[in-house]
């Protein structure tokens, strides 16, 4: 049970629209998060904690804290990263189409528009109400090769975790809600991440 | 022919009045054939040119000849600025980018940028340049602890949202060293950015710059490059929701191409109808149009054929202004036709006005022959015109149209309404002692107005409304771009020269910023620095097994895999390899376009342009320029003003010789000094009023005024003359009378249209010369004309002669 991974954990299908509408919170909506950035450029993945901020449809912010302090700003089509003692850094959201695939899933869940994402994404849902998991595949051609899937879980009206592509080829992955004594002994992998987001699922 | 031979209808006479009319005919035939053939080379010969230069003075210092350069092919006056307005900021951010792409490989454009750094801003074969570009080395070396910082970085670049775009970059730039090199390339000044392209400071309007292939002043291509720009706008926003405005110098030049062909026509016809309608009600005969319209025709044609034989190309300008003078050439036929009558063959009528009109049309064409020695090629060209135009009416009017008419009709000097008029006109004051005040009056008036007495913005000698230059300027402005009227230039031997002195200044200029001076600068070694300073930077790079071992001590601990950075290591090699970049290796990117604008070959060798931002204080400017030999601070505003001035004086030279000149074809024709006084009069005094008018009404005298004077002058000196020919003769006088009524009224007319236009230019001579006309009219009736007639018994049998008949 602890080993399935997030595509595999295979339930009765539920309603993706009426899931999403569930998850609805008013904006601003704010969430602790804990991610990990896996690269094959990398040995290890690595690790950051902050905050999300949801403001508007197309307005997110994402507050670095820890290891250190960085605060990125995307609003419209455009991205600007902001980190302490350094230049400022800005880029347009279509050079970056796992951003934008963020901020949509981002926008669906929190606003409960599930027509907004399928403008965007093929929808699915499966699991039930008490621990579910909602993929989002890329309509878009371009954007299906750099990111293939979003994955998100999650238990009653609680996300928990935000998975960007999967397997070897998994990009982020994103834990929500507060990890103070998340501890790894050995490597860090997608599998076991995607294990502790099914227990914190559960806990819930 | 006499005036009997109308009522005999005997049968060879009718023959003979039938050979005669065929013969009229042929000359008719002929005479349109010979124009056709006139027109058909000058149309093929005659490049119209628009270049405003060709109406200034030859430059004589590097200030003047700089800004003629400028003005005429400068990279700058090819720049167009766009303007997205009227969505919201996000939607016109992706307008603004979906334009960029699509004119990326537009021919028509040289480079179109919104703001948003590209990437591909460098070519493939160009990107292991970065290192010699970007001035990284100049501080830093490739060492351990300068990569291990770096490495850092990265990786915090990777975990933020920017890692998704770079992680395919980085192990090729670790140091981002192109990213470095393309910020290097932004304006120095930056405008204001949203979602990543050019805004206004409002955030209201999108802002875009493109630059034509095409010069500014190539109406044509222009027309077709914002075509091109509007359908591309078109086909990303169907439903119209933004607005596209272009401005800029090309823009201009196609705009007033429109605008004044599209006055111009309704002035033209709405002209001839009223010539029209004021020929058949003067002359009460239709072919009387035809007549009237044949020497101005001639003249026009004439014109052209010359200005196109001896310059080839004809300036715009040019022709507005020489159709303009040689709207004096419609009072020829007039002349004659109010002259001719029933019991007076055209001849005859012409032989004896040839004197008067020939000593007009020669003073006239004297006058304006000054003007090929002018320096000002324009001017010449408008010499030319005029004098062939003027030569070929009078000369047709005298030898061909009297042959082609036929009978005289009514006699104008038999009107009874012509000669209450004159009668009224005689009982008038006569002026003397009122001319004499009324010419100090206008020396005082035009001595003490405040306006300025010339206007020397060059500016203000482009046609262009002042509401669009406004808009174009704050457009510029909001772009950050570079201050309009200071700015540096560089002489040097060659191109890399020039970069390296651009180098040597770099510090200098930064202390002007920081004292107040201005507040900021650009120039040609931003883009690309110096050969020596590329070969010093690729000294400082790390031969390979150096930056391998570097690497691997940085690496360590950073979370890096070894071995991802090779493409890296494959790069500093070749660098380190490269010959310098030289100007001419860049081929057409949009680095070439850059540097083509700041730095450009000279006859002294090369030159290299600083454009400055935000000038406070120009003295501190001038006194850093005057501290290096090579260095001038070019004043354009001033240089311009210089030149305008010095048009000027050439032109009030021509003049004055012109006066002279005229003044002694008039007394040599004239021969009494009472008789040149009055013909001289009328015309002196009317510039006078009218320059006093418009000074009056806070109007600037400019090269515009100029010419409408000397056109009205060229009128008044005719309307003059011919009173004072008309003498005693109270028929003759009549006739004279009609004729002079009958041109004024239609130059009035088409001049008081001009004057309606909404194009500066016309409305100023349009008005100038409306003026001119009413007042030499007025003078000439009440100075030129002959000591009083009261003689009772001249009067008494003219007025049975007009009995009788």
């Given at each position: 049970?602890?080993?399935?991974?997030?595509?595999?954990?295979?339930?009765?299908?539920?309603?993706?629209?009426?899931?999403?509408?569930?998850?609805?919170?008013?904006?601003?909506?704010?969430?602790?998060?804990?991610?990990?950035?896996?690269?094959?450029?990398?040995?290890?993945?690595?690790?950051?904690?902050?905050?999300?901020?949801?403001?508007?449809?197309?307005?997110?912010?994402?507050?670095?804290?820890?290891?250190?302090?960085?605060?990125?700003?995307?609003?419209?089509?455009?991205?600007?990263?902001?980190?302490?003692?350094?230049?400022?850094?800005?880029?347009?959201?279509?050079?970056?189409?796992?951003?934008?695939?963020?901020?949509?899933?981002?926008?669906?869940?929190?606003?409960?528009?599930?027509?907004?994402?399928?403008?965007?994404?093929?929808?699915?849902?499966?699991?039930?109400?008490?621990?579910?998991?909602?993929?989002?595949?890329?309509?878009?051609?371009?954007?299906?090769?750099?990111?293939?899937?979003?994955?998100?879980?999650?238990?009653?009206?609680?996300?928990?975790?935000l998975f960007m592509g999967s397997g070897v080829n998994t990009q982020s992955v994103m834990l929500f809600g507060e990890h103070p004594n998340l501890i790894f002994n050995g490597e860090v992998s997608p599998e076991r991440l995607s294990t502790i987001c099914n227990e914190g699922s559960a806990a819930q | 022919m006499s005036a009997g031979?109308?009522?005999?209808?005997?049968?060879?006479?009718?023959?003979?009045?039938?050979?005669?009319?065929?013969?009229?005919?042929?000359?008719?035939?002929?005479?349109?054939?010979?124009?056709?053939?006139?027109?058909?080379?000058?149309?093929?010969?005659?490049?119209?040119?628009?270049?405003?230069?060709?109406?200034?003075?030859?430059?004589?210092?590097?200030?003047?000849?700089?800004?003629?350069?400028?003005?005429?092919?400068?990279?700058?006056?090819?720049?167009?600025?766009?303007?997205?307005?009227?969505?919201?900021?996000?939607?016109?951010?992706?307008?603004?980018?979906?334009?960029?792409?699509?004119?990326?490989?537009?021919?028509?454009?040289?480079?179109?940028?919104?703001?948003?750094?590209?990437?591909?801003?460098?070519?493939?074969?160009?990107?292991?340049?970065?290192?010699?570009?970007?001035?990284?080395?100049?501080?830093?070396?490739?060492?351990?602890?300068?990569?291990?910082?770096?490495?850092?970085?990265?990786?915090?670049?990777?975990?933020?949202?920017?890692?998704?775009?770079?992680?395919?970059?980085?192990?090729?730039?670790?140091?981002?060293?192109?990213?470095?090199?393309?910020?290097?390339?932004?304006?120095?000044?930056?405008?204001?950015?949203?979602?990543?392209?050019?805004?206004?400071?409002?955030?209201?309007?999108?802002?875009?710059?493109?630059?034509?292939?095409?010069?500014?002043?190539?109406?044509?291509?222009?027309?077709?490059?914002?075509?091109?720009?509007?359908?591309?706008?078109?086909?990303?926003?169907?439903?119209?929701?933004?607005?596209?405005?272009?401005?800029?110098?090309?823009?201009?030049?196609?705009?007033?191409?429109?605008?004044?062909?599209?006055?111009?026509?309704?002035?033209?016809?709405?002209?001839?109808?009223?010539?029209?309608?004021?020929?058949?009600?003067?002359?009460?005969?239709?072919?009387?149009?035809?007549?009237?319209?044949?020497?101005?025709?001639?003249?026009?044609?004439?014109?052209?054929?010359?200005?196109?034989?001896?310059?080839?190309?004809?300036?715009?300008?040019?022709?507005?202004?020489?159709?303009?003078?040689?709207?004096?050439?419609?009072?020829?036929?007039?002349?004659?036709?109010?002259?001719?009558?029933?019991?007076?063959?055209?001849?005859?009528?012409?032989?004896?006005?040839?004197?008067?009109?020939?000593?007009?049309v020669a003073s006239t064409c004297i006058a304006y022959l000054t003007f090929l020695f002018s320096g000002v090629t324009g001017l010449q060209q408008l010499a030319s015109f005029t004098v062939a135009g003027l030569a070929a009416a009078s000369l047709t009017t005298r030898f061909l149209l009297p042959r082609l008419l036929g009978e005289?009709?009514?006699?104008?000097?038999?009107?009874?309404?012509?000669?209450?008029?004159?009668?009224?006109?005689?009982?008038?004051?006569?002026?003397?002692?009122?001319?004499?005040?009324?010419?100090?009056?206008?020396?005082?008036?035009?001595?003490?107005?405040?306006?300025?007495?010339?206007?020397?913005?060059?500016?203000?000698?482009?046609?262009?409304?002042?509401?669009?230059?406004?808009?174009?300027?704050?457009?510029?402005?909001?772009?950050?771009?570079?201050?309009?009227?200071?700015?540096?230039?560089?002489?040097?031997?060659?191109?890399?020269?020039?970069?390296?002195?651009?180098?040597?200044?770099?510090?200098?200029?930064?202390?002007?910023?920081?004292?107040?001076?201005?507040?900021?600068?650009?120039?040609?070694?931003?883009?690309?620095?110096?050969?020596?300073?590329?070969?010093?930077?690729?000294?400082?790079?790390?031969?390979?097994?150096?930056?391998?071992?570097?690497?691997?001590?940085?690496?360590?601990?950073?979370?890096?895999?070894?071995?991802?950075?090779?493409?890296?290591?494959?790069?500093?090699?070749?660098?380190?390899?490269?010959?310098?970049?030289?100007?001419?290796?860049?081929?057409?990117?949009?680095?070439?376009?850059?540097?083509?604008?700041?730095?450009?070959?000279?006859?002294?060798?090369?030159?290299?342009?600083?454009?400055?931002?935000?000038?406070?204080?120009?003295?501190?400017?001038?006194?850093?320029?005057?501290?290096?030999?090579?260095?001038?601070?070019?004043?354009?505003?001033?240089?311009?003003?210089?030149?305008?001035?010095?048009?000027?004086?050439?032109?009030?030279?021509?003049?004055?010789?012109?006066?002279?000149?005229?003044?002694?074809?008039?007394?040599?024709?004239?021969?009494?000094?009472?008789?040149?006084?009055?013909?001289?009069?009328?015309?002196?005094?009317?510039?006078?009023?009218?320059?006093?008018?418009?000074?009056?009404?806070?109007?600037?005298?400019?090269?515009?005024?100029?010419?409408?004077?000397?056109?009205?002058?060229?009128?008044?000196?005719?309307?003059?003359?011919?009173?004072?020919?008309?003498?005693?003769?109270?028929?003759?006088?009549?006739?004279?009378?009609?004729?002079?009524?009958?041109?004024?009224?239609?130059?009035?007319?088409?001049?008081?249209?001009?004057?309606?236009?909404?194009?500066?230019?016309?409305?100023?001579?349009?008005?100038?010369?409306?003026?001119?006309?009413?007042?030499?009219?007025?003078?000439?009736?009440?100075?030129?004309?002959?000591?009083?007639?009261?003689?009772?018994?001249?009067?008494?049998?003219?007025?049975?002669?007009?009995?009788?008949?």
């Amino acid at each position: 049970m602890c080993l399935l991974l997030p595509i595999s954990s295979q339930a009765s299908d539920l309603d993706p629209a009426a899931l999403i509408e569930r998850l609805k919170k008013p904006a601003p909506a704010s969430i602790a998060f804990k991610e990990f950035r896996f690269s094959a450029l990398l040995e290890q993945p690595l690790v950051v904690s902050g905050e999300l901020n949801y403001l508007a449809a197309d307005h997110l912010q994402r507050f670095v804290k820890e290891p250190y302090r960085e605060k990125t700003i995307i609003r419209g089509e455009s991205v600007r990263v902001e980190r302490d003692g350094e230049k400022l850094r800005t880029f347009a959201l279509k050079r970056a189409p796992e951003l934008r695939g963020l901020l949509t899933a981002f926008g669906a869940l929190l606003t409960g528009n599930s027509e907004a994402v399928r403008k965007q994404f093929e929808i699915t849902a499966t699991g039930e109400a008490a621990r579910w998991e909602l993929k989002l595949i890329p309509l878009d051609a371009r954007s299906k090769e750099r990111i293939q899937e979003i994955t998100i879980t999650g238990a009653g009206d609680t996300p928990s975790c935000l998975f960007m592509g999967s397997g070897v080829n998994t990009q982020s992955v994103m834990l929500f809600g507060e990890h103070p004594n998340l501890i790894f002994n050995g490597e860090v992998s997608p599998e076991r991440l995607s294990t502790i987001c099914n227990e914190g699922s559960a806990a819930q | 022919m006499s005036a009997g031979s109308a009522n005999d209808r005997s049968a060879p006479s009718r023959r003979l009045g039938q050979s005669v009319r065929s013969s009229r005919v042929w000359l008719l035939v002929l005479w349109l054939a010979a124009l056709a053939v006139l027109g058909y080379f000058a149309q093929r010969q005659l490049q119209i040119g628009t270049d405003l230069r060709l109406f200034l003075p030859k430059p004589t210092t590097p200030e003047e000849r700089l800004l003629l350069e400028e003005i005429g092919e400068g990279a700058g006056s090819r720049v167009l600025v766009l303007a997205l307005s009227g969505s919201s900021p996000e939607a016109l951010a992706d307008i603004s980018r979906e334009l960029a792409a699509a004119l990326a490989d537009n021919p028509a454009f040289r480079f179109v940028a919104n703001g948003e750094l590209s990437m591909d801003a460098l070519p493939e074969e160009l990107l292991p340049y970065r290192y010699l570009l970007s001035d990284t080395l100049d501080e830093h070396t490739f060492d351990a602890s300068y990569l291990r910082e770096q490495l850092r970085a990265r990786a915090r670049d990777l975990a933020s949202p920017a890692g998704a775009f770079l992680e395919s970059w980085l192990p090729r730039d670790p140091t981002l060293e192109l990213l470095s090199v393309l910020q290097r390339w932004q304006p120095a000044q930056e405008p204001n950015r949203l979602y990543d392209v050019w805004f206004d400071k409002d955030g209201k309007r999108a802002l875009l710059l493109a630059e034509t292939a095409a010069p500014a002043f190539d109406p044509e291509r222009q027309r077709q490059a914002i075509e091109m720009l509007r359908q591309a706008h078109g086909s990303f926003d169907s439903n119209h929701e933004s607005t596209l405005t272009i401005s800029g110098a090309g823009q201009f030049s196609v705009l007033m191409e429109q605008r004044t062909r599209g006055e111009a026509q309704f002035l033209g016809t709405a002209a001839s109808i009223g010539m029209i309608l004021l020929v058949l009600f003067a002359y009460r005969r239709p072919s009387a149009v035809l007549y009237s319209a044949l020497p101005l025709l001639s003249a026009g044609l004439a014109g052209l054929f010359m200005v196109s034989v001896v310059f080839g190309e004809v300036h715009g300008i040019t022709l507005a202004f020489g159709f303009t003078l040689i709207g004096v050439a419609q009072d020829y036929p007039v002349h004659l036709l109010s002259h001719w009558r029933a019991d007076r063959p055209a001849l005859t009528v012409v032989r004896e006005l040839w004197p008067t009109l020939a000593t007009g049309v020669a003073s006239t064409c004297i006058a304006y022959l000054t003007f090929l020695f002018s320096g000002v090629t324009g001017l010449q060209q408008l010499a030319s015109f005029t004098v062939a135009g003027l030569a070929a009416a009078s000369l047709t009017t005298r030898f061909l149209l009297p042959r082609l008419l036929g009978e005289g009709g009514r006699d104008s000097g038999q009107s009874q309404a012509l000669d209450r008029l004159w009668r009224s006109i005689d009982a008038l004051p006569r002026l003397k002692w009122t001319s004499l005040i009324l010419a100090i009056a206008a020396i005082v008036a035009i001595s003490l107005s405040e306006t300025p007495m010339w206007e020397d913005d060059l500016g203000k000698l482009t046609p262009v409304p002042v509401e669009l230059i406004q808009q174009d300027q704050e457009l510029r402005g909001a772009l950050g771009a570079a201050d309009v009227r200071y700015m540096l230039v560089v002489n040097a031997t060659d191109r890399q020269q020039a970069l390296r002195k651009l180098e040597e200044i770099q510090q200098p200029l930064e202390q002007l910023i920081e004292r107040g001076a201005m507040t900021g600068f650009d120039h040609a070694a931003r883009y690309l620095p110096s050969a020596a300073t590329q070969l010093a930077r690729q000294k400082k790079l790390p031969d390979t097994s150096t930056l391998r071992e570097a690497l691997g001590h940085a690496q360590t601990g950073s979370g890096f895999k070894a071995d991802v950075f090779e493409p890296f290591v494959n790069d500093v090699q070749k660098a380190k390899e490269l010959q310098p970049l030289l100007p001419e290796d860049l081929g057409t990117s949009p680095l070439a376009t850059n540097l083509e604008m700041l730095l450009t070959r000279s006859d002294q060798g090369a030159r290299a342009f600083v454009t400055l931002n935000g000038v406070r204080d120009a003295a501190a400017l001038r006194a850093f320029s005057e501290s290096r030999t090579d260095l001038l601070l070019l004043d354009l505003k001033g240089a311009s003003e210089a030149l305008v001035s010095k048009q000027r004086t050439h032109i009030l030279w021509s003049l004055g010789l012109a006066s002279i000149l005229l003044v002694g074809v008039i007394a040599l024709a004239l021969r009494k000094r009472a008789r040149v006084y009055r013909v001289l009069l009328p015309m002196a005094l009317t510039t006078l009023i009218a320059m006093a008018t418009l000074q009056l009404n806070g109007i600037s005298l400019s090269l515009f005024h100029l010419i409408a004077l000397m056109l009205g002058a060229g009128l008044g000196l005719d309307y003059a003359l011919f009173f004072e020919h008309a003498a005693d003769d109270p028929l003759e006088q009549r006739r004279t009378l009609h004729a002079v009524i009958v041109c004024s009224l239609s130059t009035l007319m088409v001049f008081a249209l001009l004057a309606a236009s909404t194009i500066p230019v016309l409305r100023a001579i349009g008005l100038t010369v409306s003026l001119a006309v009413v007042s030499n009219f007025l003078l000439a009736v009440m100075v030129a004309r002959a000591r009083a007639t009261s003689n009772p018994s001249t009067h008494a049998s003219a007025h049975a002669e007009a009995q009788q008949s």
